[in-house]
């Protein structure tokens, strides 16, 4: 379990493989979700493989 704080940007992550629990969200092989000022906890039931893009929040 691994808990990234990112309050001033998106992410949109995209999970590549694996099913895997994004905060409350449940993420299958090529599901995606958009994060904004947000903390994200990752839950994987085994090892999974992410595809995470930060970007600056836009106001």
Do not use: P, W, Y
Request: overall charge negative.
């Amino acid at each position: 379990m691994n808990k990234i704080n990112l309050r001033e940007s998106k992410i949109f992550l995209t999970v590549c493989e694996c099913n895997s629990t994004i905060n409350t969200v449940e993420l299958s092989d090529r599901d995606g979700l958009e994060i904004v000022e947000e903390d994200i906890l990752v839950k994987a039931k085994k090892t999974s493989h992410f595809l995470i893009i930060e970007m600056k929040k836009q106001d």
